[in-house]
């Protein structure tokens, strides 16, 4: 008799590492199947846009913003550590997100502007992680700023900095508040900012507030005549 509590609670015990285990199971193959999913319409959109470009009832430039949506999109299914690194102009890669983004902008009642940086802006990264991160802010900026939404990009030493303000009254957090809120289970706000910091880190990048205004800034390595010529 002694031992029978001693074998209730193994039982339970085991029941609920059993019951753990198939819920993370189950998330497994919902994370899977969601997958699939969502990459069969990426593609189908994907060949669409081209064949409508190859029919030249889209514009070129409109092209290049929705295949950059589009892929990021696909990209973000894949594991942020693998990461395709390249020489990214900043500008070109902005000019087809502003693009994009213009349109949701002007369907919540704000304006979105790329305002032209001072030099060159390239670093060395994945563009689609980059693309990944700068959508996420974007997005922050047009649902819970609004107005005047500018983008730009700015040199700051060995980094590059890109500078998303809007006509809102401010992050209502710290960028590193905000970021955890959504893993600690305080609600949804910040979850896209929680995304860009994440990607960002794989990348040499960080998230921060935007010193004397309201919005956020991302910073990136920025590529030097020491890294452009290997030896």
């Known amino acids: 008799m002694t031992f029978a509590p001693l074998l209730v609670l193994a039982a339970l015990t085991a029941l609920a590492t059993l019951h753990a285990r198939c819920v993370a199971r189950a998330l497994r193959e919902r994370a899977v199947r969601v997958a699939h999913e969502v990459r069969g319409p990426l593609s189908a959109a994907h060949l669409a846009l081209h064949g409508a470009a190859r029919r030249g009832e889209i514009a070129p430039a409109a092209v290049a913003a929705l295949e950059l949506e589009l892929r990021r999109a696909a990209h973000a299914l894949d594991d942020p550590a693998d990461a395709r690194v390249d020489e990214v102009d900043l500008h070109a890669l902005l000019s087809c997100q502003v693009h994009t983004w213009q349109d949701v902008a002007a369907a919540h009642?704000?304006?979105?502007?790329?305002?032209p940086g001072v030099g060159t802006a390239v670093v060395h990264a994945d563009a689609l992680r980059i693309a990944q991160a700068?959508?996420?802010?974007?997005?922050?900026?047009?649902?819970?700023g609004g107005g005047a939404i500018t983008v730009r990009?700015?040199?700051r030493d060995d980094r590059v900095r890109i500078e998303v303000a809007d006509g809102g009254p401010g992050l209502p957090a710290s960028v590193a508040e905000l970021?955890?809120?959504?893993?600690?289970?305080?609600?949804?706000?910040g979850r896209g900012?929680?995304?860009?910091?994440?990607?960002?880190?794989?990348?040499?990048?960080?998230?921060?507030?935007?010193?004397g205004a309201p919005g956020v800034a991302i910073d990136l390595p920025r590529l030097t005549p020491t890294t452009e010529q290997p030896a």
Do not use: W, Y
Not at 134 to 144: F, G, M, P, Q, Y
């Open 179 to 189: 970021v955890r809120r959504p893993t600690a289970g305080r609600g949804t706000r």
């Open 134 to 144: 700068t959508s996420n802010v974007l997005a922050n900026a047009i649902e819970h």
């Open 109 to 115: 009642g704000a304006t979105l502007t790329l305002m």
């Open 193 to 211: 900012l929680a995304i860009s910091a994440s990607v960002l880190t794989h990348c040499g990048g960080r998230l921060s507030a935007l010193p």
């Open 153 to 155: 990009t700015a040199l």
